[in-house]
Nanobody, 121 residues
Framework: QVQLVESGGGLVQAGGSLRLSCAASGSIFSINTMGWYRQAPGKQRELVATITSGGRINYRDSVKGRFTIARDNAKNTVYLDMNSLKPEDTAVYYC???????????????WGQGTQVTVSS
């Protein structure tokens, strides 16, 4: 069983900053892609940013230049630094990881429980 535990959400005024963290633990041999998705009320879950074990990064256009994703491979942890936050960034943010349990096995995807980010205007 692999668990992803997120932290760092909260309430912030527009223009403020927050840092999200997500640590993976359990039966993990290796992790490829880690990332963050978000889901606002009444909307579909959408990709925010992803980062591979080799450091390849992808952002959704609306967060480019404001959000920064990073990871610590030794700690199986991914971070999301969010700056210049806007009310439209308000959502539940979910961490995700694509991992192998043993060498050569299938790849699985696990999700965190989500952390609320609320940006007031």
């Amino acid at each position: 069983q692999v668990q992803l535990v997120e932290s760092g959400g909260g309430l912030v005024q527009a223009g403020g900053s927050l840092r999200l963290s997500c640590a993976a633990s359990g039966s993990i041999f290796s992790i490829n892609t880690m990332g963050w998705y978000r889901q606002a009320p009444g909307k579909q879950r959408e990709l925010v940013a992803t980062i591979t074990s080799g450091g390849r990064i992808n952002y959704r256009d609306s967060v480019k230049g404001r959000f920064t994703i990073a990871r610590d491979n030794a700690k199986n942890t991914v971070y999301l630094d969010m700056n210049s936050l806007k009310p439209e960034d308000t959502a539940v943010y979910y961490c995700t990881a694509n991992f192998q349990k043993i060498a050569g096995s299938s790849w699985y995807t696990s999700w965190g429980q989500g952390t609320q980010v609320t940006v007031s205007s």
